[in-house]
């Protein structure tokens, strides 16, 4: 077994799909077939069954694939402490990040320490925040950045300043005119959330409750899974939301979406996650230095 049978292994496990595997590691389709063939026949197990154009890992598959994700990730960790003794010339950082911190407040922190650090690769992959916590927890990502509150003993978590909540409306729709929208008005009204698991849902339902409702009693129109599809819904007078202001800005500087009172939606931290036990780089260190704590930029997208 070789780590290139093992990164094309984990390759397919993730994308359940050879051809776009072979797309995301720059091979043949044929070759990636192949490379899984030879894994499968040298160790005289199946890793994968083939279900018409459809692929799933076997029990065998499930086991293997926790290992390789594991070391793929040791040895990028050694890659990672190689490079530092180049004095961060070049290298990787691996970062996961929920929604609304990966399409909105990250860029512009990515670009500041792109500036600084053009030699170290950013991977970044996005999730809602049981997935980030997740991708820190299996070593997937150095770093990560969520929107909600993690507890998870294996990993340590540090607030820096993140966004506000806000009940919102599209401009065409009925409360719209308001400025306080009432219990009953809540209990009766048509909403487009998040999907469970993200930050902003489990603070939207923690609200709901602050007013004496049972969330699992509202009618939920749509749930969706990021807050750009979710502001098209409102642009389109579907119903009410909780979005966060950096995703809304320039909406509710024109009126396109109109902000209300009616739940209790305090400003939120977001929260830095690593791995209690893994090294820290001098990359993620940097990251940190130079895109988070080096000056807070305007909340806006």
């Not at 069954?49 to 086991?63: C, F, H, K, M, N």
């Not at 806000?166 to 008005?185: I, K, M, S, T, Y």
């Not at 130079?290 to 305007?298: C, D, H, I, S, Y």
Request: glycine share 10%; hydrophobic share 50%; charged share 20%.
């Amino acid at each position: 077994m070789t780590l290139e049978q093992l990164r094309i292994f984990a390759t397919v496990a993730e994308m359940l799909h050879f051809t776009r595997a072979a797309e995301v590691l720059h091979l043949s389709q044929p070759a990636v077939s192949a490379a899984i063939a030879a894994l499968e026949a040298e160790h005289g197990l199946r890793l994968f069954d083939r279900i018409g154009r459809r692929v799933e890992l076997t029990a065998a598959g499930q086991l293997l694939h926790g290992q390789a994700r594991a070391i793929l990730a040791k040895v990028e960790e050694a890659g990672t402490m190689l490079a530092e003794l180049s004095g961060l010339s070049r290298g990787a950082l691996r970062l996961a990040a929920s929604q609304t911190v990966g399409n909105h407040w990250l860029p512009p922190r990515l670009l500041r320490f792109a500036a600084a650090y053009p030699g170290i690769r950013v991977d970044l992959s996005i999730g809602n925040t049981e997935q980030v916590a997740e991708a820190v927890r299996d070593g997937r990502a150095e770093l990560g950045i969520a929107e909600g509150v993690v507890t998870d003993s294996a990993l340590v978590s540090e607030p820096v300043e993140g966004d506000r909540l806000r009940l919102v409306v599209g401009g065409c729709h009925p409360w719209a005119g308001l400025v306080r929208v009432g219990r009953d008005e809540l209990a009766a009204g048509r909403w487009i959330l998040r999907e469970p698991g993200s930050g902003t849902r489990a603070l939207f339902e923690a609200a709901v409750r602050g007013v004496g409702l049972d969330p699992g009693g509202l009618d939920v129109a749509m749930t969706l899974p990021g807050g750009c599809i979710i502001r098209a819904a409102l642009l389109a007078g579907v119903g009410a939301s909780v979005l966060s202001d950096l995703i809304l800005a320039d909406d509710l500087a024109t009126g396109r979406i109109v902000a209300l009172e009616g739940l209790d939606l305090p400003s939120r931290p977001f929260h830095l996650l690593r791995h209690r036990d893994r090294h820290r780089s001098l990359a993620e260190r940097a990251f940190v230095r130079v895109a988070v704590e080096a000056g807070q930029l305007p909340a806006s997208p």
